[in-house]
């Protein structure tokens, strides 16, 4: 079994290389759930949508998660004889409290409007995300924006269409969206959450501090949520910690799965 590679070294994650753990991670994982729709969408359409999205979502990620490794190892982070860690070993071989994305994405796939509201919620954030990150301090962090927003654009109009189309259409799929809105809607307060990664990012001019994009998030969100004949559920105070790496009990059977072979038969390809 190939072992878990470190990334604390003799501290904590360096600043710059969490912040874009948080948003590599958080494409990774949510990729790994849409990838679960494969073989199983309600029409064929969707299951080749929501499959493409996956993998524009693990494109994202193996651009972000490539540039961590290469930061961290300018912090002095690394794997053998100096080498920078690469986007499988940072994929594959970190242990469940070494990754940073939100606990929103690891939550089980559920149904299908449950899928098309999360997407919509992760889209809406992460195009403007991308967005103001076409103008990050990192060249490189900038031009895998410049690609990605596009991407995100596409999967924003596709969820919003479908939470339309489900919450002002029959009485059985409004019923469903306003479930997933009140299993989805207390996740909303991580997203935003400020601390000192972000604070630290936002002053470099890395990207922005994720707090920064609540208000756009939020003028969007209840944009397609009127739309839709639906209203998003009264704030609350609770703020999981995935960002933190303190994720939820669905997080470790997810891992195991995303894990396996890599874990099982070191450095196999495709």
Not at 90 to 97: G, Q, V
Not at 148 to 155: G, I, L, M, P, Q
Not at 227 to 235: R, S, V, W
Request: charged share 20%; glycine share 8%.
């Amino acid at each position: 079994m190939q072992a878990s590679i470190q990334l604390r070294g003799a501290g904590s994650v360096p600043a710059d290389v969490n912040y874009l753990l948080r948003l590599g991670d958080t494409c990774l994982i949510l990729a790994q759930r849409l990838g679960e729709w494969c073989g199983h969408a309600p029409i064929l359409e969707e299951d080749i949508a929501l499959t493409n999205m996956a993998l524009d979502l693990v494109g994202q990620a193996r651009g972000v998660l490539t540039r961590a490794g290469q930061l961290a190892a300018q912090a002095g982070v690394s794997g053998a004889n100096g080498a920078a860690f690469d986007e499988d070993q940072l994929a594959f071989l970190r242990d469940e409290r070494d990754y940073f994305n939100l606990t929103l994405v690891e939550l089980p796939r559920g149904d299908f409007a449950f899928t098309v509201l999360r997407n919509c919620m992760v889209a809406t954030l992460l195009k403007q995300m991308w967005t103001r990150l076409t103008a990050s301090s990192d060249a490189e962090l900038a031009a895998i924006a410049a690609k990605a927003v596009k991407e995100a654009r596409y999967h924003q109009e596709h969820a919003a269409d479908w939470v339309v189309r489900l919450g002002d259409g029959t009485e059985e799929s409004q019923r469903r969206m306003v479930a997933a809105l009140d299993m989805l809607w207390p996740y909303v307060n991580e997203m935003f959450a400020a601390d000192a990664v972000d604070e630290a990012a936002s002053a470099s001019g890395l990207g922005p501090a994720w707090s920064e994009l609540r208000e756009g998030w939020e003028a969007e969100m209840h944009s397609i949520l009127q739309a839709a004949t639906l209203a998003a559920p009264a704030p609350g105070r609770f703020v999981p910690q995935g960002k933190q790496g303190r994720h939820s009990e669905h997080m470790g059977h997810l891992l195991a799965q995303m894990q396996h072979l890599q874990r099982a038969y070191p450095g196999g390809v495709w």
